[in-house]
Antibody, heavy 122, light 113 residues
Framework: QVYLVQSGAEVKKPGSSVKVSCKASGGTFNSDAITWVRQAPGQGLQWMGGIIPRYGTTNYPQKFQGRVTITADDSTNTAYIELSSLRSEDTAVYYC???????????????WGQGTLVTVSS | DIVMTQSPDSLAVSLGERATINCKTSQSVLYSSNNKDHLTWHQQKPGQPPKLLIYWASTRESGVPDRFSGSGSGTDFTLTITNVQAEDVAVYYCQQYYSTPYTFGQGTKLEIK
């Protein structure tokens, strides 16, 4: 069974950055992908990008290019997402999830973390 | 980007009845290299993270009750829940992994009548 444990809630000022961690256990961290999805209050799910730790390759949606960075440390089975230039619209629960790879670059979202609430407020 | 449109936005069914949720994609998610549809269904219960129910459009994840089934191909997909139970109250999302950015439907809220 795969477990993903995320870091705790954050409160940030507009214009600052936030970094959320996601520690995996029980799975194949190095061969799977790790992906991040966010959910604004009362809203749906939005994919923010992913990384394949074995290759260090990342993929981000155009909407977040330049503002989001996803990294992974395979020595500790931990992935991170950093979002910069925060604005109020970034207030959301941020989920990490494993991605079961189906081709070199494609994967389906499989096991989800518990989520981390990030609040952006002055 | 592939746009995912679910219908209805919400539905209420009686216990033991059938619920049907539809998902339409703006382009085909059938991948020619493996002849599989790159589509998942996720269930999100109140206050919880989502949970994978179905992948490859119709393959149930391990441990998911067999009253959940997925069907469809190309651009039109359906999640069917037979014999609806109280614990099935949730929001259901379809999601494509055919091309990035991966995209989700807007969600369908299932309630008990």
């Amino acid at each position: 069974q795969v477990y993903l444990v995320q870091s705790g809630a954050e409160v940030k000022k507009p214009g600052s950055s936030v970094k959320v961690s996601c520690k995996a256990s029980g799975g194949t961290f190095n061969s799977d992908a790790i992906t991040w999805v966010r959910q604004a209050p009362g809203q749906g799910l939005q994919w923010m990008g992913g990384i394949i730790p074995r290759y260090g390759t990342t993929n981000y949606p155009q909407k977040f290019q330049g503002r989001v960075t996803i990294t992974a440390d395979d020595s500790t089975n931990t992935a991170y997402i950093e979002l910069s230039s925060l604005r109020s619209e970034d207030t959301a629960v941020y989920y990490c999830a494993t991605g079961s790879r189906v081709t070199t670059g494609q994967y389906y979202i499989h096991h989800w973390g518990q989520g981390t609430l990030v609040t952006v407020s002055s | 980007d592939i746009v995912m449109t679910q219908s209805p936005d919400s539905l209420a069914v009686s216990l033991g009845e059938r619920a049907t949720i539809n998902c339409k994609t703006s382009q085909s998610v059938l991948y020619s290299s493996n002849n599989k549809d790159h589509l998942t269904w996720h269930q999100q219960k109140p206050g919880q993270p989502p949970k994978l129910l179905i992948y490859w459009a119709s393959t149930r994840e391990s441990g998911v009750p067999d009253r959940f089934s997925g069907s469809g191909s190309g651009t039109d997909f359906t999640l069917t829940i037979t014999n609806v139970q109280a614990e099935d109250v949730a929001v259901y999302y379809c999601q494509q992994y055919y091309s990035t950015p991966y995209t989700f439907g807007q969600g369908t809220k299932l309630e008990i009548k």
